[in-house]
């Protein structure tokens, strides 16, 4: 299983970024998704979560209402759309798959992660 991310950058505080992860390996259709994220000094957080139908979404509260997390299962990529973004949002973003539909804010359920992508937001 290959999880890849794309999509990080340094921004201003305020613009918006969207975050790629293209999977390969796994039956994508029938997995649950999700983003987190890790600041420096900090542990791995959960950011959003989405179903394999994409029918349920799940977010942190520090993005509700700022991101949407999306999928296409005909591209076997996820997306996270963030906007107006914070410093506090500056974090390497990890992408996470589980081969079970449901999807999860838990951390330990996703079997497959990527390696990140940096995204730094200056004020």
């Known amino acids: 299983v290959q999880l890849v991310e794309s999509g990080g950058g340094s921004v201003q505080a305020g613009a918006s970024l969207r975050l790629s992860c293209a999977a390969s390996?796994?039956?994508?259709?029938?997995?649950?998704m999700a983003w987190f994220r890790r600041a420096p000094g900090k542990g791995r957080e959960f950011v959003a979560a989405i179903s394999s139908t994409g029918r349920t979404t799940l977010y942190a509260d520090s993005v509700k209402g700022r991101s949407t997390i999306s999928r296409d299962n005909a591209k076997n990529t996820m997306y996270l759309e963030m906007a107006s973004l914070r410093p506090e949002d500056t974090a390497n973003y990890y992408c996470?798959?589980?081969?079970?539909?449901?999807?999860?804010?838990?951390?330990?359920?996703?079997?497959?992660w990527g390696q990140g992508t940096q995204v730094t937001v200056s004020s």
């Open positions: 996470a798959a589980r081969s079970r539909p449901i999807a999860t804010m838990l951390r330990s359920p996703y079997e497959y």
């Open positions: 390996g796994l039956t994508f259709s029938s997995s649950a």
